[in-house]
């Protein structure tokens, strides 16, 4: 992995042995080490290692330990301080005013993120370099801050495993990287230098991709006419007409007058009920005679290849007259 600046003059030892591990990496990748972005308030910080991949960039803080510790176990977590049994204080360097590495990880992951735009995901890892002869263990209490991790830096495939393990970004091309190496500050190398590093070229001119932009839509989405006539037109153009009301029907009107009359009981409300009944039912017999005879009408043929017989024709009884009337009911003649 080619790594840009990482020759730089006051380098720790522990970033120098992280810096040997990337350089005999053969994986896909580039990496910068000493990189300062502008942090909060405007002041520079610096980053001890910003490693791209095709899988997105990440942040990297290297520390070790302060004491040496034959089977040291670094109890790490987010909201407290960090403990080594043997170690009296902090195990490793913490920044003033922070809790723990975590704080400062995430505080340059945010600067990173701030200076790349908000479309970019960028994961962080505190590096903990092990002593020599010595084996580093990790025991996190609770669960980490999202999108940080701590390594134990006990060996080279420890760093790299967790570098090219990652899985949470995509879509970062050569010129994608560039862009970014750009907004940074650093010197861009030649584009065919990153697809030589593992980036893929997407095809875009070089020399215009100095940004990070986030990807556009997918051509002929956005350009995609509407398949539904516009607000207030029709298919054919023009106003487009009001579609038809519905026409709401009449209440049913009440025929008669009320049956509560005055001076008439309840019982001259029924019996005046029934009597009207029954001068409607004979008004229907009467009409209904008067149109067709039914001793002089035949029935109709029976359809052919149908069992169905003719029947007689269904005569209505005759009215049953009504009972004497002993006060006036409605349409009562005389009354």
């Known amino acids: 992995m080619q790594v840009i600046n990482g020759d730089r003059s006051g380098m720790p030892g522990t970033e120098a042995r992280a810096i040997e591990w990337l350089r005999a990496d053969t994986g896909p990748g580039i ?5 300062h972005v502008a942090g909060r308030g405007g002041r520079g910080r610096e980053v001890d290692l910003l490693v791209f991949t095709p899988s997105g960039p990440a942040v990297i803080e290297v520390k070790g330990l302060t004491q040496r510790v034959l089977s040291p176990v670094l109890h790490t977590a987010a909201n407290r301080r960090w403990t080594v049994d043997g170690i009296e204080g902090d195990p490793v360097h913490v920044g003033q005013g922070d809790t723990s590495p975590f704080d400062q990880v995430s505080g ?14 960028i994961d962080g890892a505190v590096l903990v370099m092990a002593h020599a002869r010595t084996v580093l263990r990790i025991e996190q209490h609770g669960p980490a801050p999202f999108g940080l ?3 134990a ?6 760093l790299l495993g967790w570098i090219h393990g990652r899985r949470t970004s995509s879509g970062w091309t050569a010129q994608r990287v560039a862009g970014a190496l750009d907004l940074l500050g ?3 190398p030649d584009l065919r230098e990153l697809v030589a590093a593992g980036f893929v070229d997407d095809g875009t001119d070089s020399a215009t991709a100095t940004s990070y932009t986030a990807p556009a839509a997918p051509a002929g989405v956005a350009a995609m006419p509407s398949l539904l006539p516009a607000s207030g037109t029709h298919a054919g ?7 038809p009301r519905a026409r709401r029907r009449p209440a049913p009107r009440r025929r008669g007058k009320s049956l509560a009359l005055g001076g008439l009981g309840v019982g ?5 009920a029934s009597a009207l009944g029954l001068v409607v039912l004979a008004g229907l017999t009467i009409g209904g005679a008067s149109s067709t005879d039914p001793s002089t009408t035949e029935p ?3 359809p052919a290849g149908t069992s169905w017989t003719a029947t007689e024709v269904f005569t209505p009884p005759a009215p049953t007259p009504p009972p004497p009337a002993t006060a006036c009911y409605p349409f009562q003649p005389d009354c």
Not at 153 to 158: A, M
Not at 237 to 243: E, K, N, Q
């Open 108 to 121: 340059r992951v945010f600067d990173v993120k701030n200076t790349l735009g908000p479309d970019a995901r």
């Open 31 to 35: 990496a910068v080490s000493g990189v």
């Open 300 to 302: 109709a043929p029976v």
């Open 149 to 151: 991790a701590v390594i």
């Open 268 to 272: 001259a409300a029924v019996v005046g």
């Open 153 to 158: 830096g006990n060996r080279d495939s420890d």
């Open 186 to 188: 650093v010197t861009v």
């Open 237 to 243: 153009g023009g106003a487009s007409p009001r579609p």
